[in-house]
């Protein structure tokens, strides 16, 4: 297949708001050793995406500029080196950058199939929050069945699949979100309890139910105290974002004499090889979750790839409930 030289493409024009999001024509990306050439046909919406946007999380020196950080479509090229996957494949992608285009390169790697069932605009939900969840809460956080499991933004992408994935494994899910309407969700997703931080403290919820052993965050700021009250001795706090701030100050003696783990992660720092081992463990665990019903995918909107700036307004708005995708050709 020959490749127009140029294409459709969403910019960053200058740090700001989401109005700072301007369609562009840039070329076309080709592929390096390894890499596979992907016609989008939809692109995730994510928070590191408005992040960025916002000149808080630089991409790394060799990704795209360009925002997206997960997308599906077709493959039209490969580069040297690609065994798995040819020409005329459908699949879904976590991406370095650049997924707010009509082409995006990729490691072939990160490229998984699309789950049976599943149509190419809920695929594009996949990637990101689920290489996030598995990689924090089972691979970093070690969640086991029968652990209490606590995950802050219920209703986000990364919370609902959090409340199935975590729910899947066998765990007891405690889940907050903010409005009754919110956490009615948490429960359809197998939220044991959810918990409207408006009204309730999750910390006395989660100490009258004995503590969490795990608790995934992406708050920070005065969250982080309040966290680590609310784990059980010997509890992990896996912490994967910081929107309420990244510096506290800890108690120590507290963390030691209970025993408890602090971790975290991000995800688009990290090597192609830590991201192939993520992609190969979400596919034989996660995939079969969801081709048999136990994950499905929460989808709150869809918009043009020309409208990405109220996409954006729609993530930061706080009413979304699930995944928003960017439609570029289905």
């Given amino acids: 297949m020959t490749l127009s030289d140029s294409m459709l493409a969403i910019e960053i024009s200058t740090p700001g708001g989401p109005d700072v999001l301007m369609p562009v024509s840039v070329p076309v990306p080709v592929p390096g050793h390894g890499q596979i050439i992907i016609r989008v046909a939809f692109a995730g919406v994510n928070r590191p ?119 899947a494994l066998g765990a007891r899910v405690f889940a907050t979100a903010g409005s009754d309407e919110k956490c009615e969700v948490c429960r359809s997703l197998g939220a044991e309890v959810a918990i409207n931080y408006r009204t309730e403290d999750f910390v006395s919820v989660m100490k009258d139910a004995g503590g969490a052993n795990l608790v995934l965050d992406m708050v920070g700021g005065p969250y982080i105290e309040r966290n680590i009250k609310s784990l059980a001795d010997g509890g992990r706090l896996v912490q994967i974002a910081f929107l309420q701030g990244a510096k506290v100050t800890l108690n120590l003696a507290e963390m030691m004499t209970r025993r408890l783990v602090l971790t975290g992660s991000t995800l688009r720092p990290q090597s192609d090889l830590a991201k192939s081992r993520i992609a190969k463990a979400v596919e034989a665990e996660v995939w079969p979750m969801i081709e048999r019903g136990a994950v499905r995918v929460v989808m709150d909107s869809e918009h043009e790839l020309s409208q990405a700036a109220a996409a954006h307004w729609r993530l930061e708005s706080g009413g979304h409930v699930g995944k928003i995708v960017l439609r570029v050709d289905p």
Avoid at 69 to 95: F, H, K, N, Y
Avoid at 112 to 129: H, Q, R, Y
Wanted: hydrophobic share 40%.
């Fill in 49 to 167: 995406d408005a992040l960025q946007r916002a000149g808080a999380y630089a991409p790394p020196p060799s990704a795209s500029p360009l925002p997206g950080l997960e997308c599906s479509g077709t493959v039209v090229e490969v580069g040297p080196g690609v065994t798995r996957w040819q020409i005329g494949d459908q699949v879904c992608a976590l991406l370095p950058g650049g997924g707010y285009a009509e082409y995006v390169a990729t490691p072939e790697a990160h490229a998984l199939p699309i789950p049976k069932g599943l149509s190419l605009k809920e695929a594009a939900c996949l990637p990101e929050t689920c290489f996030t969840v598995w990689s924090n809460v089972v691979m970093r956080g070690g969640l086991r069945a029968g652990e209490r499991f606590l995950v802050h933004g219920g209703t986000s992408g990364i919370g609902t699949t959090a409340i199935q994935i975590a729910h």
